[in-house]
Nanobody, 118 residues
């Protein structure tokens, strides 16, 4: 069993920055991918960014160039640095971890609210 806890959300003005953190605990697979998703009111959940244990990254088109995903494998923590925030970035941001080797290994955090408003 794995637990994921997100933190760092809050209220920020357009053009501002936030850094989200997500720490995994429990039975952590040595080879995994960690993700940030987001879900705005009335919309489906969308992929924001992904990163593998080896550091390979992928970004959703709406955030590419503005957001940066990183991780600290020793701490089992993934980060999302969000710059140049826009009102349309407002959403609940969720952390996820999974493994390519076991489709039963798939866990989500509780989410953290990000609100971009003046």
């Amino acid at each position: 069993q794995v637990q994921l806890v997100e933190s760092g959300g809050g209220l920020v003005q357009p053009g501002g920055s936030l850094r989200l953190s997500c720490t995994a605990s429990g039975s952590i697979s040595s080879i995994n991918a960690m993700y940030w998703y987001r879900q705005a009111p009335g919309k489906t959940r969308e992929l924001v960014a992904a990163i593998t244990t080896g550091g390979s990254t992928n970004y959703g088109s709406s955030v590419k160039g503005r957001f940066t995903i990183s991780r600290d494998n020793a701490k089992n923590t993934v980060y999302l640095q969000m710059n140049s925030l826009k009102p349309e970035d407002t959403a609940v941001y969720y952390c996820r971890i999974n493994s390519i080797w076991d489709d039963r290994y798939d866990y989500w955090g509780q989410g953290t609210q990000v609100t971009v408003s003046s």
